[in-house]
């Protein structure tokens, strides 16, 4: 028996589910963390010695188990840790409580010598939009024309600038946006479909901007929308369109309901060039958002560190990407 594998993740995630299901018919042990359970199920314990080194350990209250995190091979971080902690608490207290159990874990995290898909202090650098669009152009990839700012001024000069209409986006994505939809009762907060909404009227692009930063972008008259998953060193590719529309409309579209998918067959620079974008962070899996234009040339959107890829192979069994994800993991829990 290899090292085990610990898979964090929404108890809701059919994804990791599959994953997981995989890697126990081929008897490698693994440990599910589910995010919502974990601050009143788990017990971390990081344990550092002058003489001895340190031990890392991981109780579980359910049934007392105790995990030798010095065991672990293989980690995959599908969600982030949402801690919760007792409405007895003060604000106050509450909030200083996910701050210092925050920085045990990232040192927990961060002193584990395994296989990561991806290394949570990666995934969170991958995650910055802005960032993200500097990066692929340097590194060869085509950009919409793109504005972030706070200034509702600049944001309407932009829009007017732009020849056809203008997407608005929010900043955060994956881990982030999860965090903050999770913490909104009042269940207001955009979906994950709607995020991305095209603005058919300039004047409405400045709408929102000044409280918080938006992304503001040229809207691309596309032929297709399409995502890349990045997994180790294989990309797969399909076209994602919405059912009910020729072309799926955002970079967010992502529901089994809603959406149909066919391969595709990317030109190898344009592969190459998503491999070395997801690997340059250090990620081991990323799920790029392109869209096709008319003229055959395709424009990077983002790229998801934590995405969802389940619908894809549903649809596409040739994407073998739940086999890949468990490959990887291990060949890891087997070395």
């Known amino acids: ?32 963390l589910d995010i919502e359970e974990l601050s009143h199920s788990v017990v971390l314990e990081l344990i550092l010695d002058g003489t001895a080194g340190s031990r890392r350990q991981l109780l579980l209250r359910d049934t007392s188990r105790v995990i030798d ?13 949402d801690w919760t902690f007792s409405e007895d608490l003060l604000p106050w207290q509450r909030a200083f409580a996910a701050v210092e ?51 509702p001024v600049a944001a309407r000069r932009f829009a007017e600038s732009c020849s056809g209409s203008v997407i608005t986006k929010t900043l955060a994505s994956g881990l982030g946006l999860e965090v903050v939809e999770r913490a909104s009762s009042s269940g207001s907060f955009p979906s994950g479909r709607n995020r991305d ?24 008259d596309k032929r297709a929308m399409v995502r890349v ?19 799926a409309p955002t970079a967010s579209t992502r529901s089994d309901d809603e959406v149909s998918c066919e391969p595709v067959r990317l030109p190898a620079t344009v592969a190459e060039r998503c491999h070395a974008f ?10 790029v958002s392109m869209v096709q234009k008319g003229s055959g040339e395709y424009v990077f959107l983002e790229n998801n560190p934590v995405g969802s890829f389940l619908y894809l192979q549903e649809q596409i069994p040739s994407l073998t990407i739940v086999e890949a994800v468990a490959d990887c993991l291990m060949r890891a829990s087997c070395s």
Request: proline content about 3%.
């Open 69 to 81: 995190l010095d065991s672990v091979a293989s980690v995959w971080v599908r969600s982030p840790i």
């Open 101 to 151: 159990t925050g920085n045990m874990v990232n040192a927990l995290w961060e002193s584990l010598d395994c296989f990561w898909m991806s290394r949570p202090s990666a995934i969170e650098a991958a995650s910055w939009k802005g960032e993200q669009l500097q990066r692929a152009r340097s590194m060869g990839l085509t950009i919409p024309k793109s504005l972030i700012t706070t200034d």
């Open 229 to 247: 998953i990045v997994v180790g060193d294989a990309v797969f590719a399909a076209e994602v369109r919405s059912r009910d529309r020729q072309i």
């Open 278 to 287: 997801v690997h340059s962070y250090g990620l081991t899996f990323g799920v």
């Open 197 to 220: 909404a095209p603005m058919a009227e300039k004047s409405n692009a400045a709408d929102g901007v000044g409280f918080v930063p938006w992304l503001l972008q040229e809207h691309i």
């Open 1 to 32: 028996m290899g090292g085990r594998v610990v898979v964090v993740a929404s108890k809701w995630d059919r994804d990791s589910k599959l994953v997981a299901q995989r890697l126990m018919s081929k008897s490698v042990e693994v440990i599910r």
